[in-house]
């Protein structure tokens, strides 16, 4: 039974450049959010997307962007990258992306930017 | 501004006794509490939630109280155990999650 699954585990990017970031939500799980976690700090909350609609967005600028597809996996796209995006980014889950349904969390995209 | 705070950065307790981690919250359309557990290198791991029409819930080992009028939560584990040793973070929701800074628990056997 596959939980949330985020690719890759870890990269290293240089100042300057884009990523991309991928998460396969729970099966059955139509709502995809995306989390940065900063050392130190709680997860500051970014996006969700429900039923391939952008339904929330957190203080991040334009450069953050992302995309639900029909099978409700997402990505996450930082572009003009800045060493402040050095961060564990957290892709979480729900059936409807209301609390009382339930965040499961994936393990995580370690994102180093040098 | 921080909506939602976890004060205490840290907390160390003997294994068997009550370990009582505490949130306060600012603004009163949260709708649903939550508490993740989080291990290095891992996602936080869901706890326990709590309506904000009730005040408490309790499951196994764990117990949240919520106050709305003080507008604080709190999470007591009862016995801690070794393996209760993480960080825990209170989240609040209307839909997407606001989050505290985390408590590191360390239970000492």
């Known amino acids: 039974d596959a939980g949330v699954t985020q690719s890759p585990t870890h990269l290293i990017k240089t100042r300057g450049q884009q990523v991309t970031l991928r998460c396969s939500p729970i099966?059955?799980?139509?709502?995809v959010s995306w989390y940065q976690q900063v050392l130190g700090q709680g997860p500051q909350f970014i996006f969700q997307y429900y039923e391939k609609e952008e339904r929330g967005r957190g203080n991040f600028p334009d450069r953050f962007s992302a995309r639900q597809f029909p099978n409700y996996s997402s990505e996450l796209n930082v572009n003009a990258l800045l060493l402040g995006d050095s961060a564990l980014y957290l892709c979480a889950s729900s059936l409807e992306g209301r609390a009382n349904y339930g965040y499961t969390f994936g393990s995580g995209t370690r994102l180093t930017v040098v | 501004d921080q909506q939602v705070k976890q004060n205490s950065p840290s907390l160390s307790v003997q294994e068997g006794r009550i370990s009582i981690l505490n949130c306060d919250y600012t603004n009163s359309m949260f709708d649903y509490f939550l508490w993740y557990k989080k291990y290095p290198a891992e996602g936080p791991t869901f706890l326990i939630s709590?309506?904000?029409?009730?005040d408490k819930n309790e499951d196994g080992r764990f117990t949240v109280f919520l106050n709305k009028s003080a507008k604080h939560l709190s999470l007591h584990i009862v016995p801690s155990q070794p393996g209760d040793s993480a960080v825990y973070f209170c989240a609040a929701s209307r839909r997407a999650l606001t989050f505290g800074s985390g408590t590191r628990l360390q239970v000492q056997p």
């Open positions: 709590i309506s904000s029409i009730k």
């Open positions: 099966s059955g799980h139509k709502s």
